[in-house]
């Protein structure tokens, strides 16, 4: 209810945005008749039109960003129209006066009915959709990362509702208002004129590859601190994974203070899993053939090293407290377009020595259903298949144990538990992370979530391209490529053999999420350190020479050394056949 409110006080503040100024026109031509038949009804529509369309742009917005490069031509056309329309009223006003004639001919129409001034307000809402503020993209945002539902719908009714609630004081107010607001005119030119050279210069960067994040931040600076405020509140409210700006989170280590057995409190109940594509170890399970039973739900992708590290732990707790009543149930949300392969997932399951029931939640609907955030994370349901509680991230293991055993303990198995705690020692992928934090954070190769690229040039996007190897000149956390490259949306793929990719880290652990080539056969390669080979710092998938195999689709361990994280390091990884898919670093 909170996020809804503040999405409706958004609202009501817009009237306070130049972009509201589009629209004012319309809503006044109302002023001089009755409320009730004109005025409202035009709203209503405007508000139902706005919710409409909004809705639909969050439906597409998967969609748009997985567009070819031809389709990005045009999406930068586009932008590039709109900004030339706030820099210059002459373009604006020729662009909007097809717009602007219909409008007044619904205006100046007979009004026979209440449904003249409603379709008047559907063409207000589609003309103001295009120019509302941050509080609707960041609505927008969490709807692509967590898929467009009824409650983005119910927010951007809300965010509507509270712009129409702020016109409909205006209309009842008269004049007054109206002429207030057009001494405000001034300035609101003045914002779009700046506005519209931001968007043209931001066009002008991605056109040459220079930032992809620069342009999704440029419309938080073209609207008031009131609004900007409510959009920071929103934030704070909204799940952790409407706030990642890279999509959903991966969650290395959060560790707040232990909640006290006795505070455990019921927080939902067990979703309905009827959304999983398909299930591993097990029959499809349902939340009714679980009562009676302990259940503890793990969201993972087999991708995801902060996952694998956990894996030593769950498998642990599944052998302990299966007699006593415990289910574990892996739920797998992908996170690459080949972690929806169920033979992928079906092969990693067998080679992580899982045995527990698996759902993979390949459309992230059992994910939606629980509101998760992040990976990994632990659902805890008692035996009345109420969640009692949940943890993200790694460690704080003892903690989650104990929660286990007081619901196996509620639930009259407290004679069948050993009150000892678990201890495994995981190998390769699946060891503990190093004493001392990683200094590099996840990167990725894709251009849409790139960032720290290197190589003279930039990323060209989804087109073949020779790269110049700059390893010798990388600063700390930036990568480059070497050779002949695609890089796509979600990976850099080699085109001719003896590819390269660079890397200057500072962790313990180097970790690189890689395919072999797209028929399966395997791809070679050699890792150096410094320019020399790894010798006892290499990896759990490459010897001591940094000789290794690409032949899956997962993520490989190629750095694990030996005396910990140590100075800043430059890691060189070539590729001695073609065909190559890197997907993304990460660290440990």
Not at 41 to 69: D, Q
Request: proline share 6%; glycine share 10%; net charge positive.
């Amino acid at each position: 209810m909170l996020i809804l409110f503040i999405a409706y006080l958004g609202g009501v503040l817009t009237i306070l945005s130049p972009c509201i100024l589009p629209v004012l026109p319309f809503v006044f031509a109302r002023a001089d008749r009755p409320f009730r038949s004109h005025g409202l009804p035009m709203l209503v529509g405007m508000a139902l039109a706005f919710a409409v369309v909004a809705t639909l742009a969050a439906v597409g917005g998967g969609w748009i960003v997985t567009l070819n490069e031809y389709g990005r031509y045009a999406a930068m056309a586009l932008l590039a129209l709109f900004g030339a329309t706030l820099l210059f009223p002459r373009v604006a006003e020729r662009l909007s006066r097809p717009l602007v004639a219909l409008g007044l001919r619904i205006s100046d129409a007979p009004q026979a009915s209440v449904f003249s001034p409603l379709w008047l307000g559907v063409g207000t809402g589609l003309l103001w959709a295009p120019c509302a503020g941050p509080i609707l993209g960041l609505i927008l945002t969490g709807a692509a990362l967590n898929g467009a539902s009824v409650g983005t719908s119910l927010l951007l009714l809300a965010y509507a509702a509270g712009a129409c609630t702020s016109l409909a004081v205006a209309l009842l107010s008269g004049g007054r208002l109206l002429s207030a607001l057009k001494r405000t005119l001034p300035t609101g030119d003045g914002v779009r004129r700046i506005a519209g050279a931001a968007v043209l210069a931001g066009v002008s960067a991605i056109a040459l590859g220079l930032d992809t994040g620069w342009l999704a931040r440029l419309s938080l600076g073209t609207t008031s601190a009131l609004e900007q405020a409510l959009v920071d509140t929103l934030r704070q409210d909204a799940p952790q994974a409407q706030r990642a700006d890279a999509g959903f989170v991966r969650v290395a280590d959060t560790r707040p203070a232990s909640v006290p057995a006795r505070e455990l409190r019921v927080e939902g109940r067990l979703p309905s899993l009827a959304g999983a594509t398909e299930w591993i170890n097990s029959a499809p399970l349902t939340p009714e053939a679980l009562r009676g039973k302990v259940v503890l739900v793990d969201f993972w992708t087999y991708s995801c090293i902060n996952c694998l590290r956990t894996l030593p732990y769950v498998r642990a707790w599944a052998d302990k407290y299966r007699d006593a009543g415990l289910v574990v149930l892996g739920v797998h949300a992908p996170e690459f377009a080949f972690e929806k392969n169920p033979a992928n997932v079906r092969k990693a399951v067998k080679d992580l020595g899982i045995g527990f029931p698996v759902a993979l939640d390949n459309d992230f609907s059992i994910w939606r259903g629980f509101d998760n955030q992040a990976w990994p994370a632990f659902y805890f349901v008692d035996a009345q298949g109420r969640i009692r509680h949940h943890q993200f991230g790694e460690n704080r293991y003892d903690k989650a144990e104990q929660v286990i055993q007081q619901l196996l303990a509620e639930a009259g198995q407290a004679n069948s538990i050993n009150a000892g705690l678990v201890a495994p020692q995981g190998q390769g992928t699946q060891a503990a992370p190093g004493a001392e934090p990683a200094q590099s954070g996840e990167t990725y190769l894709g251009h849409a979530r790139a960032h720290g690229f290197a190589s003279p040039g930039g990323i060209a996007r989804d087109r073949a391209k020779a790269y110049e190897p700059v390893a010798s000149s990388l600063r700390s956390n930036q990568w480059s490529l070497g050779g002949d490259w695609t890089v796509e949306g979600e990976r850099a793929v080699l085109n001719q053999a003896h590819g390269r990719i660079a890397y200057r880290f500072k962790a313990r652990d180097l970790h690189l999420v890689l395919g072999p080539m797209a028929d399966g056969k395997p791809v070679r390669f050699t890792v150096r350190i410094d320019g020399q080979p790894p010798l006892a710092d290499h990896g759990a998938d490459t010897d001591a020479q940094g000789h290794g195999v690409v032949d899956a689709q997962k993520l490989y361990q190629l750095v694990r050394q030996s005396a910990g994280s140590g100075k800043g390091r430059l890691f060189e990884i070539e590729f001695l056949d073609p065909g190559a898919q890197a997907y993304a670093f990460t660290f440990g």
